[in-house]
């Protein structure tokens, strides 16, 4: 069987993360494995040079506006030349352009949602929102969520479509030494004592880092001997760093950009945040839930699934002072914490493996082939 993914741009994300993910686990099954980007940015590379050496064949076709009249062309031309069994599609304009170019050139497709997909503001945005909802309604041969509450939220949206749920996965990072951990601590913060408070990902507003800052102000004035490990790049870097600034916590606050190391930092910190305000199913949660760690998060997509009291803390989005309590109760009952993160790990390992969401996939792709012929 010939799989193709089909993306809007191989810059890192959750979702990118995922094609890899399939790429691995497709090297011990008969499955050849195209990506199809429908963009080529600057910080693709580190994502490229990964699923060629899982042997993926990359095509990036540099459709740079939705609008483009020779993206589906281009798109049925890649799928009929490539002899593509089955094409899934990841986030929205490939979403729309993939399943109309499966239809046209006789492909099944799979369309993945990723996200809760909060109503946007603006008639372009919400044109593309509504055309998406139509598209996947009538035109997909099979749409997934990642998460239970990606399909809940989507549910009304697209009526009597059914979908299925296919959790994202998450692959057990390999263990670091304690001599590895202690390296790290010492290079981060240089006091091995200080409390390593850690958040990933893409810094946008819907993240919620603002609030998280606002959070360790009140962390720090406790617990002074805290650090703010903040990993990622976006488009509000600049502005974080000056509200840093401004709350005082500059110096207890560390800005690191991307990094490739990041389950090592997951194994070498303490506690791990997160302050979103939208998400569908973290994988940066479930990484962190899956090396143990003591978690606070905001109760927003599959967060509920995730936690419970058993396995973390969480509090309502936009709630700084909840943020700052739940890191002092993290800091301040150790033992508790530490069952915390065992019983997060153990859950991960039991219900979100990378051979279980393959099993998934290929029963649905093997569904929707049949019911072709």
């Known amino acids: 069987m010939h799989v193709a993914h089909l993306i809007d741009t191989l810059e890192i994300g959750g979702a990118q993360k995922l094609l890899a993910l399939f790429a691995d686990e497709a090297r011990t099954r008969d499955l050849k494995v195209t990506v199809i980007s429908l963009t080529s940015k600057d910080n693709n590379d580190r994502i490229i040079a990964d699923l060629k050496s899982l042997g993926v064949h990359i095509i990036v076709l540099s459709i740079y506006k939705f609008y483009d009249p020779t993206a589906i062309p281009k798109l049925i031309n890649v799928l009929r030349r490539e002899k593509i069994n089955i094409l899934q599609t990841h986030l929205r304009h490939s979403n729309i352009l993939g399943v109309l170019a499966g239809r046209l050139s006789g492909v099944p497709v799979v369309a993945t949602l990723h996200s809760t997909h ?14 998406e909802q139509y598209i996947l309604r009538f035109c997909a041969n099979r749409v997934i969520a990642v998460g239970r509450m990606i399909e809940e939220v989507n549910r009304a949206r697209l009526a009597d479509k059914a979908m299925d749920i296919v959790s994202n996965p998450v692959r057990p990072f390999s263990p670091i030494s304690e001599d590895k951990r202690q390296l790290i ?40 001997s ?148």
């Not at 909060?118 to 055309?131: D, E, I, K, M, V």
């Open 118 to 131: 909060a109503q946007p503001t603006g008639r372009l945005y919400r044109f593309r929102f509504l055309l």
């Open 185 to 224: 601590r010492k290079e981060i913060a240089g006091d091995l004592a200080r409390t390593l408070i850690l958040t990933v990902g893409r810094l946008k507003p819907e993240k919620g880092i603002q609030d998280l800052l606002i959070a360790f102000s009140g962390v720090h004035e406790k617990h002074s």
């Open 226 to 373: 805290a650090l703010l490990l903040i990993v990622g790049d976006g488009e509000i870097l600049n502005e974080l760093k000056l509200q840093a600034v401004s709350l005082g916590i500059n110096d207890d606050v560390l800005f690191t950009g991307s990094r490739d190391d990041v389950p090592a930092l997951m194994q070498a910190s303490d506690i791990y945040v997160s302050s979103s305000y939208r998400e569908g199913l973290s994988l940066a949660m479930l990484e962190a839930m899956s090396v143990a760690m003591p978690i606070i998060a905001t109760k927003v997509g599959d967060t509920e699934f995730l936690l419970n009291e058993e396995r973390g803390l969480m509090v309502m989005p936009h709630d700084s002072v909840g943020l700052a309590d739940g890191v002092c109760y993290l800091i301040e009952n150790p033992d508790k914490t530490n069952k915390m993160g065992d019983a997060a790990r153990a859950f991960v390992e039991a219900n979100y493996s990378p051979g279980l969401w393959m099993e998934k996939l290929l029963g649905i792709y093997e569904q929707i082939q049949n019911a072709t012929y």
